[in-house]
């Protein structure tokens, strides 16, 4: 298994894997032109046949704050340390960028503490994060935990 960015070929495979969780409502639904939008924001996970295990991607939300998002691993493959190569990808290519804080909004809490994430108060965060949350059926009523690591 290994990381890579995100090709345009990998978009309905991304898509179908996001779709899968979304519609359990574990993570917010990504239509295929937001992934083509933001494809270079996408890492996937590859297996030696070339099959995608799983995915993630790094959103810059400000000069000093990138969020992972749309974080999964195929069902069948969790707890192969496959979520963890990604979120360390992720975390290494904001380092890479110059910036200095990773969040995620997660209701995997253990699995974060695991990559070394610390839970934060979510009324601390700027009000650029909530953009993508105006889409979300829980925007009044978010029940996501909020985590952080400083790279
Ligand atoms: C959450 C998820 C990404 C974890 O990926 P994974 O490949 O199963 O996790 P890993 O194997 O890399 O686990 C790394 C560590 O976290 C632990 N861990 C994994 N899932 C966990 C969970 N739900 N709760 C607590 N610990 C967890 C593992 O046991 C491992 O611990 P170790 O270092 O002691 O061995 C995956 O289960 C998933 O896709 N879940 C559904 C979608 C989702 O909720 N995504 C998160 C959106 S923010």
Redesign the pocket.
Known sequence: MHIRRALIVDTESVYELIDM?AVQG??LHRTRQSIYEHLQCFYVAVDDVKRIM?V?SLHILDRDLAE??????LPG???????????DALVKEATILGIPRVI????????????GFVKINKETLSQKIWKDCLHCSKYNNCDEIAMQIMV
């Open positions: 969780y574990q993570l799983g993630a992972i998002r749309s974080l999964v691993v493959m969790a707890l192969k340390g496959i979520g963890r190569a990604l979120v995620a909004l997660t209701y995997q809490d253990g699995f974060f503490e695991k990559c």
